[in-house]
């Protein structure tokens, strides 16, 4: 498809609506050895960029709005424009490299030309380097930039990862329902005919969804609780990351019988309880109200590029003083949020959005995205990762961290990617509202480390009870 689709487009409009928003995305990948050969590095990533077309592509509006935006190939397209080149200052440290990326996520793309940029970090300690991957969301969700950037690796977009976690959807899904629909033309009759039949498609779930598209509305409109997380942005950055061991996380989902979502939730949600406690903000069962994607991506458009996302708006318990028991209620509360229909409710009024013509669609998008909304705190995504490491230009990538971006008055964003034997937390916040997003990453560390704990004391326990029961016997 070269036409941008609703949910595609919204993400200009939200840039458009605050000139301080940014809605690019990133990932930085941090790669052992020495840097290679500047000719050798272009010419490789200019034959890799070819596997997808979007890199050459730019936008092209349609007059007046009576069409949706379009994807043409770029007359002027020149590699050397996205490819960017920077040395760390010495000695080369991890926050040093930290600060390049919140300086390079503080300004926005060129929109004359295809939307993104590469960014080649040398000077990192320990003889390594760094690769920054931006991309603007109008072109891709978290999966499909992740599927983006295992493509510029030496396995390239046959890296295992994609496979399994398209056999994986594969074996998941039963009767998905696309989530999109070829956009009709303006002639009444055809656009009619679209809507009756994606209105049918999804009319099973409408009963259902209909409690979470109130769910939905009612978390967007009505204000919570005051935080400082909710204001308005400036233009500044600031980045930071958490790295987790995935055997870890994994050992306390086995023990408490939960996933890997709700652990890496819950580890946020006691961060950011340690931040509003510091900053003297009282604690409620709202304050923490957290934008939450889902993903209604199929097997089928797996390696897609384009946005395929839902929501969901959960309240995080960060009222829980107790580590495990806000963890079991991060477990409930998201239990019951996807019961309640919001994400099925939010990606039905995707589709029936994508089957309206866009000249009807736009200006209601661009109200929305307009409005100041008070009700959410922070946005957390979780996004799979390549299972084994990755290589580029046969050096080793040892980390692989995310950026998401921040708008609509959220001052920060948290993206969550799993990478070979790790999980990484990239934090994103605006650079005067959240002076001490380090101390956000470090908690997220420290509460998982609490967790390992408890699941450990929990397994002597069990061993000792069996250990009894069997002298007894």
């Not at 941090?30 to 840097?35: A, E, L, N, R, S």
């Not at 490789?44 to 936008?59: D, E, K, S, V």
């Not at 050397?80 to 920077?86: D, G, I, L, M």
């Not at 580029?392 to 959220?410: D, N, S, W």
Request: charged share 25%; proline share 6%.
């Amino acid at each position: 498809m070269n036409q941008l689709t609703t949910l595609d487009a919204s993400f200009l409009h939200a840039e458009d609506a605050d000139p301080r928003a940014n809605l690019a995305i990133g990932g930085l990948a941090v790669i052992d050895g020495p840097i290679p050969d500047h000719d050798l590095l272009m010419s490789t990533l200019a034959r890799r960029i070819g596997r997808c077309p979007r890199f050459a592509q730019r936008i092209r509006l349609r007059p007046f709005n009576l069409g949706a935006p379009q994807w043409v190939e770029d007359p002027r397209f020149d590699i050397a424009h996205h490819v960017r080149r920077v040395a760390l200052p010495r000695p080369g440290t991890d926050q040093e490299l930290l600060r390049v990326v919140a300086d390079v996520m503080s300004w926005r793309l060129d929109r004359s030309r295809p939307l993104w940029e590469i960014w080649v970090i040398e000077g990192l300690v320990d003889n390594r380097w760094a690769m920054l991957m931006k991309v603007h969301h109008c072109i891709a969700d978290g999966i499909a930039a992740t599927h983006m950037l295992a493509g510029l690796s030496d396995s390239g977009i046959d890296d295992s990862f994609a496979r399994r976690i398209r056999a994986a959807k594969e074996a998941a899904e039963e009767s998905e329902t696309k989530s999109r629909v070829t956009v009709p033309s303006l002639n009444p009759l055809t656009w009619v005919s679209g809507l009756w039949r994606t209105s049918a498609s999804v009319a099973a779930g409408v009963a259902h969804g209909a409690r979470g598209a109130g769910e939905l509305a009612v978390g967007l409109m009505r204000a919570s609780s005051t935080s400082p997380l909710n204001g308005p942005i400036t233009s500044l950055r600031r980045y930071s990351a958490a790295r987790v061991s995935l055997g870890d996380v994994k050992q306390v989902c086995q023990e408490f019988d939960v996933t890997l979502n709700d652990v890496a939730l819950a580890a946020l949600t006691d961060s950011y309880r340690s931040l509003l406690t510091r900053r003297g903000e009282q604690l409620l069962p709202d304050s923490l109200r957290t934008l939450v994607p889902v993903s209604m991506r199929s097997a089928a458009s797996f390696d897609k590029t384009d946005n395929r996302v839902s929501v969901m708006l959960p309240c995080l318990p960060v009222e829980e003083e107790s580590a495990v028991q806000r963890l079991r209620l991060v477990h409930s509360r998201l239990s019951k949020t996807k019961a309640g229909g919001q994400h099925q409710a939010g990606n039905t009024f995707v589709s029936l959005a994508n089957a309206i013509p866009f000249a009807l669609t736009a200006p209601a998008v661009r109200l929305l995205t307009r409005l100041p909304q008070r009700g959410v705190a922070t946005l957390a995504t979780n996004v799979p990762g390549p299972r084994e490491r990755l290589q580029i230009l046969g050096h080793t990538v040892t980390a692989v961290m995310p950026v998401p971006p921040i708008a609509m008055r959220l001052r920060t964003g948290v993206a969550i990617l799993s990478y070979a034997d790790d999980l990484f937390f990239g934090i994103l916040a605006d650079f005067d509202a959240v002076p001490d997003i380090d101390e956000l990453a470090r908690g997220v560390e420290a509460a998982v480390g609490r967790l390992v704990a408890s699941s450990k004391r929990r397994q002597r326990r069990r061993e000792q009870r069996r250990l009894s029961l069997v002298v007894s016997a």
